[in-house]
Every structure is written in structure tokens, then in C-alpha cells.
């Protein structure tokens, strides 16, 4: 899975194609949807896995079924959801190709949603019409906020590369 980060405390993580079926895998072990002898399959390349000596593998362990292994990326994502669940902050997960109402691209963006219809008829944000309703889709929600943080990088050091550190020596206002 790689990441995009739009913030410190914010990542999208895209799969990685060679993980995939891994995660197939996990996902169907952990769900109870295997069958017997897919099962038997995942456990015994689990145990083989997990004898070498350098067994680098973070495992799940659910209560009545064994501990199944996590990819790197996965256990990666697992610890950043509990790191920010136990700051007290929500997690949203959802596929990347979702599409949202103009209210929840507006909470997600942390603007009214009279500002985000704006930005959607400038054209700044794509958005898709469903009868007189506007969807957004999440991707193209990062993929602004991304620009606008690398926006805000720019002009702060634009900022900082005019100012005169000897200007403000002798400002009151400036500690």
C-alpha cells in the first residue's frame, strides 16, 4: 500500500498490487468466509512463515481463531487507526473512489458547504451531478486539500524568504 499524506495526522493508503492477495486473505480469514480448506491452506503457509528465524510478520490474533499475519503496509494502517483513536479522534475509513454529498466533501474539507459549492462552479474541485444533486468523489477531496497545503508551503516560504530578520529586532510586537 503506498501512502499520500495530506497533513501530519492525515494518509491515504492505495494497495499494493503484490499484497493484494494477502489482504484477500486476511480479510476472509479474519471474517470466517474461507472455506475448510482454504483455511488449512492459510494456516500452514502462515506456520511456514512464521518458523524462519526472522520471522518479521505482525500478526492479528481475534478471540477462537489464530493469530492470522498482517502486511507490512496493513499493520502499518492498523497502528495509525488506534494511534488516532486513542487521541480521541474519529477515523474515517472508506475506498478512495467514494463519492460524497456536498455536505460531507464540505465537513471533510472543514468548510460550509455554501464555500465548497463555490469552489465546485469555479471549478476547482471536479463534482459529478446526480439529478439536482452534486457528488464528489473523495480522491479528487484530497487531491484538493493536497494542493492547497503545498499552496500554503509555498507561499509561507515566499513569506519568509522576503522578510528582514532585522526588521522586527526592535519591534514590541514581535518576541
Known amino acids: 500500500m503506498g501512502t499520500h499524506s495530506i497533513s501530519k495526522d492525515s494518509a491515504t493508503y492505495l494497495p499494493n498490487a503484490d499484497d493484494r492477495r494477502q489482504l484477500i486473505d486476511i480479510k476472509e480469514a479474519l471474517s470466517g468466509r474461507l472455506s475448510e480448506e482454504a483455511q488449512k491452506t492459510v494456516d500452514q503457509q502462515f506456520n511456514e512463515l512464521s518458523s524462519q528465524d526472522d520471522f518479521p510478520v505482525a500478526t492479528l490474533k481475534v478471540a477462537g481463531s489464530p493469530a492470522r499475519p498482517l502486511t507490512p503496509e496493513l499493520a502499518d494502517v492498523l497502528l495509525k487507526v488506534a494511534d488516532q483513536l486513542s487521541r480521541g479522534k474519529a477515523v474515517f475509513v472508506a475506498p478512495y473512489d467514494t463519492q460524497l454529498t456536498t455536505q460531507d466533501a464540505a465537513d471533510f474539507l472543514g468548510i460550509s458547504r455554501p464555500t465548497l459549492v463555490k469552489l465546485l462552479e469555479r471549478g476547482k474541485i ?10 464528489v468523489l473523495l480522491a479528487d477531496l484530497q487531491e484538493y486539500a493536497e494542493s492547497r497545503h503545498q499552496d500554503n508551503l509555498r507561499t ?4 519568509a524568504a ?7 529586532i526592535d519591534n514590541p510586537l514581535v518576541s
Open 156 to 159: 509561507f516560504a515566499d513569506i
Open 126 to 135: 471536479p463534482f459529478k451531478k446526480v439529478g439536482r444533486h452534486r457528488r
Open 162 to 168: 522576503d522578510e528582514n530578520p532585522k526588521a522586527t
